[in-house]
C-alpha cells in the first residue's frame, strides 16, 4: 500500500510510493522530536489535529507551488489568503471603507446638536460635562471588549460583519429614540394618567435622554470596533496606507455632509422627516449609516473565520478587561509607541473638538460686550446665537482643509509599506507611475505625523494670543492639517503592523511543516529547531485585529476623560459668567494641550519607519526574551537592526535547497518571497 501527499502537485507527478521514500531509522524516532504531535504519522494523529500538508512521507513540491505568503498552492488555504492580498482598486477601498463615512455623519449630528438639544429638555449646563464623558467612557471599555467577542466569532459570512450589522442596527434605534424621547416618554406616562407638562414627567424625560445618549455611543462604539477591523481584515497588507487613507478622507466627507446638515435649516424641505432639526438630522444620519454599512457588508467578502480554527475559551467580562490589562504589556512595540503617541495626542484633541465653537463664539462676542456691557438676557442669547453660527464655521473650514489634506497628502507620502503586493519581488525594472515622481524622496508618514503635531502645538500655543475672529478662524483651520493626519497615521501604522504579524503566522505554519520534509538524497536527522518547535498561542493571542484596536481605542478614549475633568477644573478656576468680557479660559484649555502635542511629538520618533526584524527576534521582544526593551540599544535609529545578535531570518536553515522562502524587504514590514538562486 502506499501513502501520497494529502494534496497532488501541481505538476500532476504521480504520488511516490512510501516504500521508496527515505524513512527515519527506529533510533531516531525514539528522540523526544519523534513524540511530538507533529512528527506522528497520519494514522497516529486524530482527525482533528490533521492538516492538509505534507509529513515526513510525502514528496517535496518544487518552489513553484508556493504562493506570496510561502504556503502552498493547494494547501491548508481555501484560496481566500491569496486573494486576500492581491492588490485592490479604488472602487474596493472606497466600499471597503464608506462605513466609516456613514458613521462619522451619526456622531457629528451627535456632537454639534446634541448638547443644544438635551439643554432644550431642560438639562443644566453643570450636568452637560457628565454627559458627554459617555463617548470616551463607553469608548474605553466597548471597543476592547467588541473587538474580542468578533475575533472570536466563526460564523461562516464573516466574523466583523454581525457586529457591524448589528451595531449599525442599535446605532439608528439609538438615534431616532433619542429625538423621539420627549414624545415617546410623554405618550408612554399619559397612558397611566400622567400630566405631559408636570415637573416628574420633564424630570423622567431628562433622565431617559440622557441614558440614551450612553446607549447610544454603545452602539456607535460598537460599529466603530467593527469597521475599524474590517478594514484590517479586508485590506491587502501593501495596502494598509491607502486603505485608513480612505477611511480618513470619509470620516472628513462624513464631517462635512453633518456640519452642513447642521448649518443650514431643513424642517421645511425635509418635513417629513420630522418637525424639528434634531429629528430631521437624526433621520439622515441613520439612512447614511444604514446604507453605508450594507453596502459594505454585501459587496466586500471577508475570509471565512472557520478556517481560523476554533476560537479561544470565551471569558467573563471582569476576566477579559484584567486579562486585557496585562495584554497590554505584550502589544507589538511599534503599536505600543504608536499607543503613547495617542495617549498624549488626545489630551491636546479632547479641548479642540468640544471648545472649538464657544472658542470661536468668545471672541465674536468680546467687541460687543466691551461696547455695550448692560444687554438684556434676550440681546445676550441672540448674540451668543451668532456667535455659536461662527464657531460652527470655523469647524466646516476645518474638516474642508481636512478632507483636502487626505486627499492630495497621500500622494506627497513615500509609503511606509511596498506599494506592490506581499510576495512581488519586482523592485526595479518596473516602470515609475506619474505618481511615483510626486513622492518626496524620506517624507515618511511619520515625519508628516511628527511635523503635524508640532504644527498642532504652535497654532494651539496661538490661541491665547489671537484676538480676531478671522485669525482665530484660520488658526482653527490650520489644525485641520494635523487632524487629517491624526485621522490616517495611526491607523495605518497599526493595521499594517498587524497584517504583516498576521501574514507571517499564516507563512510560518507552512513552513514549519514543511520544514519536517527531509531534503532529497539527504539524509533526514529526525531534529527539530527549536524555533520551528515553538508554538505561538502567545504571540498570537494580542496580535488580533479587534482587540489591538479596542486596546488603540481605549489609548484615545482614556486621555479624553482626564482631558474632561482637566478642562473643568481651568474653567473653575477661570471662567467669567456669561455675558461678561474678558473670558480666556478657553485659550488656556487649547495652550495646554498644544503643550501634551509636544509630548506627543516625542513619542512619534520612537516609530520606526523600517522595522526590519527577523520573526524570531520579533517575537522575542514581544515576550521579552530578547534581553532588550523597546529601544534596543543595537537597534539603529532608522530601524536597521544590522547590529543585533538575533540570527536573520536568511540564516534560518531550510529543509530544501530550492524552496522559496519569505525574506525581508527594505521597506517598513514588507515581505517578499526569494528563490533559492536568490540567496
Not at 509529513?55 to 481555501?78: I, Q, V
Not at 505618481?435 to 505625523?449: E, K, N, Q, S, V
Amino acid at each position: 500500500m502506499t501513502a501520497s501527499s494529502p494534496h497532488e502537485p501541481d505538476h500532476g507527478e504521480p504520488p511516490v510510493p512510501r516504500q521508496q521514500q527515505f524513512t527515519p531509522s527506529a533510533s531516531m524516532s525514539s528522540t523526544p522530536d519523534a513524540v511530538t504531535p507533529r512528527n506522528r504519522s497520519l494514522d497516529e494523529q486524530p482527525e482533528h489535529e490533521r492538516e492538509p500538508v505534507n509529513d515526513e512521507h510525502s514528496p517535496l513540491l518544487p518552489p513553484a507551488d508556493y504562493d506570496a505568503f510561502g504556503a502552498r498552492s493547494g494547501g491548508r488555504s481555501d484560496g481566500h489568503d491569496d486573494d486576500s492580498q492581491t492588490t485592490k482598486s479604488l472602487w474596493y477601498l472606497t466600499i471597503l471603507t464608506i462605513g466609516i463615512g456613514g458613521l462619522q455623519i451619526a456622531w457629528s449630528v451627535e456632537l454639534s446638536n446634541g448638547s443644544p438639544y438635551l439643554l432644550s429638555l431642560g438639562l443644566s449646563k453643570s450636568l452637560m460635562a457628565l454627559v458627554w464623558i459617555a463617548g470616551p467612557l463607553t469608548g474605553t471599555l466597548v471597543q476592547p471588549y467588541v473587538g474580542m467577542l468578533s475575533d472570536s466569532c466563526r460564523l461562516s459570512w464573516g466574523k466583523r460583519k454581525p457586529f457591524m450589522l448589528g451595531g449599525a442596527a442599535a446605532t439608528i434605534i439609538g438615534l431616532l429614540f433619542l429625538a423621539w424621547t420627549k414624545e415617546i416618554v410623554s405618550g408612554v406616562l399619559s397612558l397611566f394618567g400622567a400630566d405631559p407638562e408636570s415637573h416628574g414627567v420633564k424630570i423622567t424625560i431628562i433622565v431617559t435622554a440622557v441614558i440614551g445618549v450612553y446607549l447610544l455611543d454603545f452602539a456607535i462604539n460598537t460599529v466603530q470596533a467593527a469597521l475599524r477591523a474590517f478594514i484590517v481584515d479586508c485590506g491587502p497588507a501593501h495596502q494598509q496606507e491607502a486603505a485608513n487613507s480612505m477611511a480618513s478622507r470619509m470620516t472628513g466627507i462624513g464631517n462635512i455632509i453633518g456640519y452642513i446638515a447642521g448649518y443650514v435649516s431643513l424642517t421645511t424641505p425635509l418635513w417629513f422627516l420630522g418637525n424639528t432639526q434634531f429629528k430631521i438630522l437624526c433621520a439622515i444620519a441613520s439612512i447614511s449609516l444604514g446604507s453605508t454599512v450594507i453596502l459594505s457588508a454585501s459587496v466586500i467578502k471577508e475570509r471565512d473565520p472557520r478556517l481560523d480554527g476554533p476560537p479561544r475559551k470565551k471569558q467573563s467580562i471582569f476576566l477579559f478587561f484584567f486579562t486585557l490589562f496585562k495584554s497590554i504589556k505584550r502589544l507589538p512595540p511599534q503599536i505600543k509607541r504608536v499607543c503613547q503617541v495617542q495617549f498624549f495626542g488626545w489630551v491636546g484633541f479632547f479641548p479642540l473638538l468640544f471648545y472649538t465653537s464657544s472658542y470661536i463664539g468668545e471672541i465674536y462676542v468680546q467687541p460687543f460686550l466691551e461696547k455695550n456691557p448692560h444687554m438684556t438676557p434676550e440681546e445676550i442669547d441672540k448674540l451668543y446665537e451668532q456667535a455659536t453660527r461662527m464657531g460652527s464655521f470655523a469647524l466646516l473650514i476645518n474638516s474642508i482643509v481636512s478632507l483636502l489634506v487626505n486627499v492630495f497628502l497621500p500622494f506627497f507620502v513615500a509609503p511606509t509599506y511596498d506599494s506592490h503586493p506581499v510576495g512581488d519581488s519586482s523592485e526595479s525594472g518596473t516602470k515609475k507611475s506619474f505618481l511615483d515622481h510626486l513622492r518626496i524622496p524620506g517624507f515618511t508618514l511619520r515625519r508628516a505625523w511628527f511635523g503635524s503635531l508640532i504644527l498642532f502645538a504652535i497654532v494651539m500655543v496661538c490661541t491665547v494670543f489671537v484676538r480676531s475672529v478671522n485669525a482665530a478662524t484660520a488658526l482653527i483651520g490650520v489644525a485641520g492639517i494635523t487632524w487629517a493626519i491624526t485621522l490616517w497615521a495611526p491607523f495605518a501604522i497599526i493595521s499594517a503592523e498587524i497584517s504583516r504579524r498576521d501574514a507571517l503566522a499564516r507563512a510560518r505554519r507552512p513552513r514549519r511543516d514543511n520544514r519536517d520534509a527531509p531534503p532529497p538524497l539527504a539524509p533526514a536527522t529526525g531534529h527539530t529547531s527549536p524555533m520551528e518547535m515553538t508554538e505561538a498561542p502567545k504571540e498570537e493571542e494580542v496580535d488580533q485585529a479587534g482587540v489591538i484596536m479596542g486596546i488603540h481605542n481605549m489609548s484615545v478614549s482614556a486621555p479624553q476623560i482626564i482631558a474632561n475633568i482637566g478642562s473643568s477644573l481651568i474653567f473653575k478656576i477661570w471662567q467669567k459668567p456669561r455675558g461678561t468680557p474678558g473670558d480666556h479660559s478657553i485659550a488656556i484649555v487649547l495652550a495646554l494641550g498644544g503643550l501634551f502635542a509636544l509630548v506627543s511629538a516625542f513619542f512619534v520618533l520612537r516609530i520606526k519607519d523600517d522595522v526590519s526584524v527577523p520573526p524570531e527576534t520579533l517575537a522575542d521582544e514581544e515576550h521579552g526574551d530578547a534581553n532588550q526593551d523597546d529601544d534596543d540599544d543595537d537597534e539603529s535609529p532608522d530601524g536597521d537592526f544590522s547590529g543585533s545578535t538575533k540570527p536573520g531570518y536568511s540564516a534560518v536553515p531550510t529543509g530544501e535547497a530550492d524552496a522559496p522562502r519569505l525574506v525581508r524587504n527594505p521597506s517598513f514590514g514588507g515581505l517578499e518571497v526569494a528563490s533559492g538562486s536568490d540567496r
